[in-house]
């Protein structure tokens, strides 16, 4: 079966950095996107972008350009998201997902709630 | 970036109910239209992808249909295990992707 398995709840200080992993198993990671979603308590869904992990290319929303580094280490089937000068208004759980190609993200991680907080 | 706007936000029914949700696209995206269930505390669960095409082991009352901007998610008769909330998501772009706002269904 297909799992994606995220990292641990994180606190975090305003102008920090953070970095979420997302360890997947029960596919060829290579033959994938996967994709980061974040959702603020109490909002709706919003996207932030997406890794090959064949060859590491990445596409990045506009407004995360400059933040927002999206890696992975194919020896460990494990894709990294990474966001720098944190604010508080970051504070959200972050999911990677699964992209297949015709149906969208159709597996997804658990979540990891990220909190910025002083 | 295509522009994904759902309708409505909140909708409060009663089980046995129909209820149907639309999601409106700013520019066209053929049938690459997804549809989701979330429920508090847990990652969205992929229901519908290609506008109409059901996940193996979502029951048949969930329905979808539409093309190019205009898209539809009905329940054709509302279960206590429904009362979620709804997201659309376009794929048509290889660059982006866009999800609706989302609608919470509660119970009337």
């Known amino acids: 079966q297909v799992h994606l398995v995220q990292s641990g709840a994180e606190v975090k200080k305003p102008g920090a950095s953070v970095k979420v992993s997302c360890k997947t198993s029960g596919y060829t990671f290579t033959g994938y996107h996967v994709h980061w979603v974040r959702q603020a308590p109490g909002q709706g869904l919003e996207w932030m972008g997406w890794?090959?992990?064949?060859?590491?290319?990445?596409i990045y929303a506009q407004r995360f350009q400059g933040r927002v580094t999206m890696t992975r280490d194919a020896s460990i089937n494990t894709a990294y998201m990474a966001l720098t000068r944190l604010k508080s208004d970051d504070t959200a759980v972050y999911y990677c997902?699964?992209?297949?190609?015709?149906?969208?993200?159709?597996?997804w991680g658990q979540g990891t709630l990220v909190t910025v907080s002083s | 970036d295509i522009q994904m706007t759902q309708s409505p936000s909140t909708l409060s029914a009663s089980v046995g109910d129909r209820v149907t949700i639309t999601c409106r696209a700013s520019e066209s995206i053929n049938t690459w239209l997804a549809w989701y269930q979330q429920k508090p505390g847990r990652a969205p669960k992929l229901l519908i992808s290609k506008a109409s095409d059901l996940e193996s082991g979502v029951p048949s009352r969930f329905s979808g249909s539409g093309f190019g901007t205009e898209f539809t998610l009905t329940i054709s008769s509302l279960q206590p295990d429904d009362f979620a909330t709804y997201f659309c998501?376009?794929?048509?772009?290889?660059?982006?992707?866009?999800f609706g706002g989302g609608t919470k269904v509660e119970i009337k």
């Open positions: 997902a699964r992209y297949t190609l015709g149906l969208g993200t159709n597996f």
């Open positions: 890794i090959n992990p064949k060859n590491g290319d990445t």
């Open positions: 998501q376009q794929y048509n772009s290889y660059f982006a992707l866009s």
